[in-house]
């Protein structure tokens, strides 16, 4: 799941743009998608989620990112550039999607609007 994510996110990243990793127990960063893993560059080095802690990563001027909620067990991914690399290969491997544009599909149990 991590790389299709990080495919993802660089595939739909644009020059200068800057991802802010945060994660609830432990200090956040801040990485060049497009440079973070290539010689002489920070490494890539987070996941988009864990089994036991909240997982938010997103750029800068919040266009695309994820949140890995492990409470709910389920990870929301946003940005319209960013599901259109992802969405087929993320359905495939995490099999039923919860919600499309904020909203329930229908296919599980919701309270409210």
């Not at 994660?23 to 956040?28: N, Y």
């Not at 290539?38 to 695309?64: K, N």
Request: glycine residues 12%; hydrophobic residues 35%.
């Amino acid at each position: 799941m991590g790389e299709v994510i990080k495919r993802g996110i660089r595939a739909s990243a644009q020059p200068g743009d800057r991802l802010y990793r945060l994660k609830w127990h432990i200090s956040g960063s801040r990485i060049d998608p497009l440079r973070a893993g290539e010689p002489g560059q920070p490494r890539w080095a987070s996941d988009a989620y864990l089994v036991d802690e909240h997982v938010i990563q997103v750029t800068e001027d919040l266009r695309m990112g994820t949140f890995g909620n492990w409470r709910e067990a389920s990870l929301c991914v946003f940005g319209e550039e960013l599901l259109a690399h992802v969405d087929e290969e993320l359905t495939a491997l995490l099999g039923t999607v919860l919600r499309r544009g904020g909203r329930p599909t229908g296919n599980v149990w919701s309270f409210g609007p």
